[in-house]
C-alpha cells in the first residue's frame, strides 16, 4: 500500500474519522451476521432485517436470482456507512460466491482495510485463503474474528497457528476466549484489560463488562468459575511469551492480524471488534494513480468508479456507478470531469449509502462511497477530478476464462441481446464479443455460473430468453501496436477475429500454437489476455 508519509501533516478531521473497509470470508462463516450487528451498534436496526434476507437470499441459486429481482435491497447492502465511536464506517459489501470473484477483486481496491472473519470450528477455508491473497497483493490491513464461539470450537492456539501458517501473516491476540461451546463465558480483552461476558439471553444487548486490573484481579474470580480461570490465566501466559505482541504500525503494513474472537449470532465481540477498526485501521489512503497519486488531503475532488450496478429499476435502463471518493470535500451538484471522455459532468444526484436509509448525499468526504446514478457514462476504471487528468491504477481486469456463444432464443429478438450484453460488459460481468464473421455474440466470463447468472438476467431484465452453447474458441487475446497492422492481420483472420464492446479487435483461439504463430509472425503485435481498464 501507498504509505502516507511518517510526517505528512494529519488528515482532516472528517477524513481522519472515515474508515472504510470490507469483510472476507468463507460463505457460512458470518458475515452477513456480523455485518447485522456492526448496523446494530451503529444504530440502524431497521437495517437488519434488509441484509438478513439478504444473506439468507444468497443460499441457493434460484434465490439469487430472486435477490437480484430486489435489486433494493442488493444495493443498498453494496456499501453502508455507520457511526461508532465517534467513526464513519464505510462497509462494502463483497459477493459472496466464488464464481463472482472479479467484482470481489474489484470491490478490494477501493477499501482501505478488510475484516476477515473465520468460523471457529473450521479455520481457515478456501475462499477466505483466496480473497486473503488478494488483500496481500495490496499490503491490506487485515482485522480477524474468528465467529461461532459459543459453539464447539477448535483450541485457541490452533486456530492462530492455522492462521500464521497458511497464510503466513503473525497474528496477535486481541482477545482470548474463556471456555468454550456450551462453556464458553465471554472473553479477557487483551489489550484493555477487561473481562468481557457474554449474555446468552438477549443476543441483542451489548455484552457486560468488567474493567480489572491484570489477570490476577480479585474480581476474576468473582465472573470466572476456578478451573476455566485457570487455564485462561496459563494460556494468556503462554500467548503473551509465544506470540507476538499487539503492533499497530504492523497491522498497518498488512504483516501482523490481531485476532478478536466472539460470537457474532450473539452480538459477542462485536464491539471490541468496531473498536478495534476505529482506533487501529487504517484512515483513507493515498490512491494510486497516473501522472501522480492522489492524497485524501487534497482539497480537489476526485474519485474512481469500482463497480457498475444496472438495472436497478427494470423500468428505467439507470446505471448506479459506485465511486469512492480518494480525495477532497463533495459537495452535491459539484461539477466533476470525466476524465476517459474529457466531459464535464455535474453529480446532482448521487446517493449515499447511510445505514439508516439509502440518502440522497449532501457532502462526502475522501473515503467515503457514492452511488451516482447514469445512462451508461460512468465504468469501472473511470476516474472523476476537478479538471485534473488523473488516472486510477490498479483496477484489476480478469482474463475471461471460459468462452460461450450466446443466441437470442427468439431470432426477432436479437437486437436486444445486443443492448443487454453491451450493458453487463459495461457493468464488468463479462466479456462480450461480437464475431467480425457471422452472427450472433461471444461471451466471457471466469466462473461458469455467471453464465446461468447472465441468462437469468437477461431474461428477466429484458424479457428475452437467451441460449449459451460451447463455442470453438477458448481463448481471446486483444491486440496492441500500430493500427494499421492490426487492421491488415484482421483482413487476413477474419474468422478468428472479433470486436469487444469497446469496438477494440480480439483474436479468437483454441490453441496456444495459434498465439505463438501471430507473436512470431507479427512481431510488431502484442496479444495480452486482459485489456486494461482505462
Ligand atoms: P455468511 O454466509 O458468511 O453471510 O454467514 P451468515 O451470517 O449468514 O451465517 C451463517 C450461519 O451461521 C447462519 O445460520 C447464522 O445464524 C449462523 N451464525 C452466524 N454467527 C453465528 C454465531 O456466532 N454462532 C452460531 N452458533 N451461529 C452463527
Redesign the pocket.
Known amino acids: 500500500m501507498l504509505d502516507r508519509s511518517h510526517n505528512a501533516a494529519p488528515l482532516p478531521p472528517e477524513i481522519a474519522r472515515r474508515r472504510t473497509f470490507a469483510i472476507i470470508?468463507?460463505?457460512?462463516?458470518?458475515?452477513?451476521?456480523?455485518t447485522e450487528k456492526f448496523l446494530l451498534y451503529g444504530g440502524a436496526i431497521q437495517m437488519a432485517g434488509q441484509v438478513r434476507a439478504k444473506?439468507?437470499a444468497?443460499r441457493t441459486r434460484s434465490d439469487f436470482m430472486q435477490m437480484e429481482k430486489d435489486r433494493g435491497i442488493s444495493v443498498s447492502a453494496s456499501a453502508m456507512s455507520f457511526d461508532f465511536g465517534g467513526y464513519r464506517f464505510n462497509l462494502v459489501d463483497t459477493p459472496?460466491h466464488s464464481d463472482f470473484s472479479e467484482d470481489t477483486y474489484r470491490t478490494l481496491t477501493a477499501v482501505d482495510a478488510a475484516v476477515m472473519?473465520i468460523d471457529g470450528a473450521k479455520g481457515v477455508e478456501s475462499q477466505t485463503q483466496k480473497l486473503f491473497e488478494v488483500c496481500r497483493l495490496r499490503d491490506l490491513p487485515i482485522l480477524t474474528f474468528c465467529?461461532?464461539?459459543?459453539?464447539e470450537s477448535r483450541d485457541t492456539f490452533d486456530i492462530i497457528d492455522e492462521i500464521q501458517e497458511n497464510l503466513a501473516i503473525d497474528v496477535t491476540p486481541a482477545s482470548w476466549p474463556i471456555g468454550v461451546g456450551r462453556d464458553f463465558l465471554g472473553c479477557y480483552d487483551m489489550l484493555n484489560d477487561r473481562l468481557e461476558l457474554m449474555d446468552r439471553a438477549d443476543r441483542n444487548k451489548v455484552a457486560e463488562s468488567v474493567r480489572l486490573q491484570g489477570l490476577d484481579d480479585p474480581k476474576m474470580e468473582e465472573h470466572v468459575p476456578a478451573h476455566l480461570l485457570e487455564k485462561l490465566r496459563e494460556e494468556v501466559e503462554m500467548a503473551r511469551e509465544l506470540l507476538p505482541a499487539f503492533d499497530a504500525q504492523g497491522l498497518l503494513d498488512g504483516v501482523l492480524t490481531p485476532i478478536w474472537f466472539?460470537?457474532?449470532?450473539?452480538s459477542f465481540g462485536v464491539r471490541e471488534l468496531m473498536d478495534g477498526i476505529g482506533r487501529f485501521g487504517p484512515q483513507p489512503q493515498p490512491q494510486k494513480a497516473s501522472p501522480r497519486q492522489i492524497a485524501p488531503e487534497e482539497e480537489k475532488v476526485a474519485g474512481f468508479v469500482f463497480k457498475v450496478q444496472a438495472n436497478m429499476d427494470p423500468k428505467h435502463r439507470d446505471r448506479v456507478a459506485f465511486v469512492r471518493l480518494a480525495s477532497g470535500h463533495f459537495k452535491r451538484g459539484m461539477k466533476l470531469t470525466h476524465v476517459r471522455t474529457k466531459k464535464p459532468m455535474a453529480i446532482t444526484n448521487p446517493v449515499l449509502f447511510l445505514a439508516s436509509d439509502r440518502e440522497l448525499a449532501e457532502e462526502a468526504w475522501a473515503g467515503d462511497i457514492m452511488g451516482i446514478p447514469n445512462h451508461g457514462q460512468l465504468r469501472i476504471g473511470d476516474t472523476l477530478t476537478e479538471g485534473e487528468a488523473l488516472r486510477v491504477q490498479g483496477i484489476p481486469s480478469f482474463a475471461p476464462e471460459l468462452l460461450q456463444n450466446c443466441r437470442a432464443g427468439d431470432p426477432m429478438k436479437a437486437k436486444h441481446l445486443d443492448k443487454a450484453l453491451m450493458q453487463f460488459a459495461e457493468e464488468g460481468a463479462a466479456k462480450v464479443f461480437k464475431p467480425m464473421l457471422g452472427a450472433g455474440f461471444i461471451v466471457g466470463v471466469v466462473g461458469a455460473l455467471q453464465f446461468e447468472v447472465l441468462a437469468s438476467r437477461i431474461e428477466l431484465e429484458y424479457g428475452l430468453p437467451v441460449r449459451f452453447e460451447p463455442s470453438q474458441f477458448t481463448s481471446a487475446r486483444w491486440m496492441h501496436g500500430p493500427k494499421d497492422k492490426i487492421e491488415a492481420f484482421a483482413q487476413v483472420n477474419k474468422g478468428h477475429m472479433a470486436r469487444d464492446n469497446d469496438g477494440d479487435l480480439v483474436f479468437l483461439t483454441r490453441l496456444q500454437w495459434d498465439i505463438d504463430r501471430v507473436e512470431r509472425d507479427w512481431p510488431e503485435l502484442t496479444l495480452t489476455a486482459t485489456k486494461e481498464m482505462m
Open positions: 470470508s468463507h460463505p457460512d462463516a458470518g458475515k452477513t451476521t456480523l444473506g439468507e444468497r459472496g472473519v465467529n461461532k464461539m459459543d459453539r466472539g460470537s457474532a449470532i450473539n
